[in-house]
């Protein structure tokens, strides 16, 4: 079967990788003992071959653009090329083109084992058959696509987000889609010949694969007592996820909608103290049935991570538990608010009742659920193992009173597994 076959620039078409580039060439430039390179300069940096630049950009003369590369690589074979990001919409295009059947690989200026290394840590070396990278002897984009086009194709698109990619490509004969979220400007491809431009990833999936279809999202709950570090940890996760191209939204429960927000109000007010265990365990449900369908689902078709401070788990604890309603009558009761809208993930952040009781009383006022004694709190927090103990694949358990950067680190590596091993299922 003649099939379609798109092939990628990296720089600055999947990945934002200005700052790695940035540091690399500062470093080479320092090494040689040249001026350190303008903002400006380091701009046009991203996209010509580096002994190209090293001449044409800060001045040298060959025979120093040569060992320059070579200062330039020691810094950027070791920590360089992690100083990386994939651009948003980006995971959503690849995921979508090869539903959609498109063959794909990668062309670009940079020798293979860093490309090769940047891919597999981003989690998306499997998405392409064939990698053409550039040697010291061959760097030039028309040879490079050359050498992995395939025989009998039906179609072949180079993606790219510099002039040269776009010369390439019609040198050799292929489609050209300038990549103008990129480092060219659309000026720039439009005067190399791009055939069509496109302004963001998701807008390129369409012109390669007019019948793309959007991907699944992802739904990640952050669960803990109160004060255990939720609000930092759910912001230093997002920084995470969206180096890695993810697209996150943020939510809460009680609230995230409109009615969302006003049950929170009768809840969390000290206003309402006769409000019986039954009524608040059904309000949480009620709210939460709002937030499913006006958030979380329209999240998760538009291809986004939803993290979502709390959810079905902080019932079970605090009204199973907590108020004793029990894990099964609390599961039962949000069944239809639900249905199958679960987290892929819940992080839980393991506080034990004393400590949260410490951290909570420091803090200015108190809620009228804050305001429960201690037994409660252990009732929530044993809630929470229960509720662990019954699908321990589903969590991500992180001791709360550690290093918050290596709590970080921790929750970071096992989301970004379960998120990357969701999408290998595909
Ligand atoms: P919030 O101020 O968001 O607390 P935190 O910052 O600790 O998350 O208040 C939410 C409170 O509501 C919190 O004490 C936990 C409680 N809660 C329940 O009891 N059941 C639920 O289903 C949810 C979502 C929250």
Known sequence: MRE??????????????????????????????????????LKKWIGPPLIWSFQHLMGMTEAQAWQAQEYYRERYTTVGKYENRVYPGVRRMLRALKRGGVRMGIVTGKPEQPTRD????????????????????????????????????????MVGDRRFDMEGGAAAGVHTLGAA??????????????????????????????????????????EGLDGSGKSTQMEKLTGTLERFGFEVEHSREPGGTPIGEKIRELLLSRDNMEMTDVTEALLYAAARAQHVRERIRPALAAGKVLLCDRFLDSSVAYQGGGRRLGVDQVLALNALAVEDTL???????DLDHRTSLRRRSEASELDRLEMEKESFHARVEEGYHALIARHPERYVVVDARGDREEIAKTIAAAVLEKLMAAEEKE
């Not at 496109?198 to 999936?205: I, K, P, R, T």
């Not at 987290?343 to 952040?349: E, F, G, N, S």
């Open 4 to 41: 379609k076959w798109v092939f990628f620039d990296l720089d600055g078409t999947l990945t934002q990788s200005e700052e790695g580039i940035w540091n690399c060439a500062r470093y080479a430039a320092e090494k040689m003992g040249f001026p350190q390179p303008a903002e400006e300069t």
């Open 118 to 157: 940047i891919l597999a840590y981003f989690g998306i070396l499997r998405y392409f058959e064939r990698i053409a990278c550039a040697t010291d002897a061959k760097a030039e984009k028309e040879h490079l696509i050359r050498s992995v086009m395939p025989e009998e194709p039906a179609e072949v698109w």
């Open 181 to 222: 979220w990129g480092y060219g400007s659309e000026e720039e491809l439009r005067t190399a010949g791009a055939e069509r431009i496109a302004f963001s990833a998701w807008e390129a999936a369409k012109i390669l694969c007019p019948d793309a279809e959007m991907p699944k999202g992802a739904f990640l709950s952050m």
């Open 343 to 349: 987290p892929l993930a819940v992080v839980y952040l």
